[in-house]
């Protein structure tokens, strides 16, 4: 079965400074990754994703991820983050070549202070 | 032009109505989902449908239905409602293969007392 894990229920960040948004999944095929973002009372907005190809992959708002396929892993990072990226971010998986449904892991919400 | 839109924004209802919210979407999509988010910010899929085919989470109640008059749109409709339903609903739609990519509506507010 897929799965996302989440470590963190939250970062806080200091604005200006680099940021990472852990992930990891778990498929038995090959892996189609995605974040997506939610700014408070608004729905999801998708962010980047990885199918294939080059492992860094850049994304909206000057976001990019990370994808590892030895550790599993699609880490979300920003070099430099800004008060505005404050937000609940979703990774999610999908398995590659299948119609299943994406599933989302739990959330981690990004706080930047100025 | 809002890509995804719902209706209504918020729903306050009691236990045991049936309700509706609406949803459509102007993308040209040919999939549309629905999601429930609770108050901890879980985000479960409820359905999936396109023209061919509707797939249901098997762990949600067969209270909910959706209904698709037409390709935009994509209401769900919920009967007989309990305390447990209250939360957000989002209505989403993506393209075919990139299903991976979708695009959500502002979601659904759903109170029941």
């Known amino acids: 079965a897929q799965s996302v894990a989440q470590p963190e229920d939250q970062v806080n960040v200091a604005e200006g400074n680099p940021l990472t948004v852990k992930c990891t999944y778990s498929?038995?095929?090959?892996?189609?990754l995605f974040w997506y973002v939610q700014y408070p009372n608004r729905g999801l907005q998708f962010l980047l994703k990885?199918?294939?190809?080059?492992?860094l992959v850049k994304g909206s708002y000057g976001f990019e991820a990370e994808f590892n396929k030895s550790q599993t892993s699609f880490h979300l990072k920003k070099p430099s983050a800004l008060v505005s990226d404050s937000a609940l971010y979703f990774c999610a998986v999908r398995e590659g070549g299948s119609q299943g449904n994406l599933i989302f892991g739990k959330g981690t919400k990004l706080s930047v202070k100025p | 032009d809002t890509a995804v839109s719902q209706t209504p924004k918020y729903l306050v209802t009691q236990m045991g109505n049936d309700k509706s919210i609406k949803c459509e979407q102007n993308l040209g999509h040919d999939t549309m989902y629905w999601y429930k988010q609770d108050s901890k910010k879980f985000l479960k899929i409820m359905f999936s449908y396109n023209n061919k085919e509707l797939i249901i989470n098997e762990t949600v109640p067969n209270r909910f239905s959706p209904k698709s008059p037409d390709k935009a749109h994509l209401n769900l409709h919920i009967n007989s409602l309990e305390l447990g339903d209250s939360a957000v609903y989002f209505c989403?739609?993506?393209?075919?293969?990139?299903?991976?990519?979708?695009?959500f509506g502002p979601g659904t507010r759903l109170t029941v007392t």
């Open positions: 498929v038995s095929g090959n892996p189609y």
């Open positions: 989403a739609s993506s393209l075919g293969g990139r299903a991976g990519e979708q695009y």
């Open positions: 990885y199918i294939t190809g080059d492992n």
